[in-house]
């Protein structure tokens, strides 16, 4: 698979939120629907799946009730909320010789937009966007653990619907070229090089 990045064009989508960016400066969340449903199908899913048991005793209702709210999170997630709430947006799309191409893209703003750009929302969308999967993590551990095998289906999709989003924004933030394994092998070479440069000047 082939990795793109066109953070080098400005995509006709984005245009759109220049305007709302102009109509909305007063608040502090620009995109308050965007917002609320970038974390109400996810927490839901995962209520659901604590209260389950609880509330209703039949397995399948619950399973499909939270396969549907995981699947409206991935595309609400994926199509909108990340575009509105940091301008980020990655999609796979297949080219004539029916190779795949990932692309990861991130709105280019001018220093005005930066400046009214909602540290709120980004901060709303980034803890959501990796919370989530971690619990969904945990679920999948404690499910093996306790041997509740039926549910291990319904973790694994929480876990891969919403580990891809995560992985996409990553890539979209840290540029669709960079190479997570390169940033990491970088930031701690980095760490490893401010510690011996530490103890040079303690000596």
């Known amino acids: 698979m082939l990795t793109g990045d066109t953070n080098d064009e400005d995509v ?15 608040t502090n969340i620009k995109h308050p629907v965007a917002s609320f449903f970038h974390l109400f199908f996810r927490v839901t899913a995962v209520l659901v799946y604590l209260l389950c048991d609880i509330f209703s005793p039949g397995f399948i209702g619950c399973m499909v009730t939270i396969i549907l709210l995981l699947s409206c999170d991935f595309w609400a997630v994926k199509n909108i ?3 509105l709430m940091v301008g980020l947006r ?3 799309q297949v080219d004539d010789d029916g190779r795949n191409h990932w692309v990861f893209e991130a709105r280019k703003a001018s220093g005005k937009q930066q400046a009214s750009d909602s540290a709120s929302e980004s901060r709303i969308f980034w803890l ?15 499910t093996l653990f306790s041997f509740e095998i039926k549910w291990v289906p319904v973790v694994i999709m929480g876990v891969v619907l919403q580990g891809a989003n995560l992985y ?22 980095r760490q490893f090089l401010k510690q011996a440069m530490s103890k040079e000047e303690e000596s």
């Not at 006709?12 to 007063?26: C, H, I, M, V, Y």
């Open 168 to 189: 996409g924004y990553v890539r979209c933030k840290v540029g669709g070229k960079t190479s997570l394994k390169n940033m990491a092998t970088n930031y701690f070479g």
């Open 12 to 26: 006709s989508l984005f245009d759109a939120e220049e305007d709302a960016g102009k109509r909305s400066k007063r």
């Open 90 to 92: 990655w999609w796979n």
């Open 81 to 83: 909320t990340g575009r």
């Open 128 to 142: 959501g966007l990796i919370i989530c999967p971690v619990i969904w993590v945990i679920f999948a551990f404690s």
